[in-house]
């Protein structure tokens, strides 16, 4: 299948370490995320890369034009610095041409799952989108008041089971059908696909972050350091990994 990432966005959150780099250039370890991402995907066979560029993306053609991606087929797609990922999306439809069902991803966030579990519910679906839902990595405790601000109850984030998008996409063609010039791709197409019950919400409990803070950038870092990244699943000694 063919895999759209999107690398267009400031990362403005990342803005001190990737003053001079695109967010998907940002190391985690020796590589950049954006190659870890790609590298997940080539692993379980999809090679073929569309790459919605914004925000420095001659740095990023820059990248690929030097390193060895053996049989990766990767297509720049220039899609403007300020554009949504839906505006994005539409801009690449032509190089989806042919492609029944194709693969999105956000390129900032790692995990292990088990990509083919994600594609056969979303085939045995018949559902038009299907994204992943994670858990928040979150250090928070909600707190619940009454009237006049007496504290009933307060449970640790974690406890909770909150799911929020995790950026992982499968998309059939008739995703076009449901966005608009202009919108971004998870507000209006979104609720759409949600009235017509045709979205699917994959859950998923294993490993999965997103790097969008120093502090995500760090917590990465040391899992790649520590020798046990867990999204590493192209490595045999990867924790918890399935090899196909």
């Known amino acids: 299948m063919k895999v759209v990432l999107f690398c267009g966005g400031l990362g403005l959150r990342l803005r001190d370490a990737a003053n001079a780099l695109p967010k998907p250039l940002v190391l985690v370890g020796d590589r950049p995320i954006l190659w870890h991402v790609m590298q997940y995907y080539a692993h379980y066979g999809h090679r073929e890369f569309i790459l919605c560029l914004g925000y420095k993306g001659a740095a ?15 297509t720049f797609a220039d899609t403007g610095v300020l554009s949504n ?4 999306l539409s801009m690449v439809r032509t190089s989806l041409e042919g492609a029944a069902v194709f693969l999105c991803n956000y390129a900032d966030g790692l995990t292990d799952l088990h990509l083919p579990d994600l594609i056969d519910a979303f085939a045995a679906s018949g559902k038009v989108g299907a994204m992943l839902c994670t858990r928040p990595v979150l250090s928070y405790h909600f707190v619940k ?3 006049d601000g007496t504290v009933v109850d307060m449970e640790d984030a974690g406890h909770l089971d909150l799911r929020i998008n995790g950026g992982y996409f499968v998309f059939r063609q008739e995703i076009f059908d449901y966005l608009r010039a202009g919108e971004d791709l998870v507000d209006e197409p979104f609720q759409r696909l949600i009235r017509a019950n045709k979205l699917l919400g994959y859950r998923y409990d294993g490993f999965w972050r ?8 760090q917590a990465l870092d040391d899992l ?8 590493e699943i192209w490595k045999p000694a990867a924790v918890g990994s399935r090899k196909d």
């Open 60 to 74: 990023i053609k820059d990248y690929f034009h030097g390193v060895d991606v053996r049989d990766w087929r990767i």
């Open 85 to 88: 990922m839906g505006q994005r």
């Open 145 to 147: 008041t009454v009237g």
């Open 210 to 217: 997103t790097m969008d803070t120093f502090k995500d950038k």
């Open 224 to 231: 790649y350091a520590s020798g046990r990244a867990p999204w």
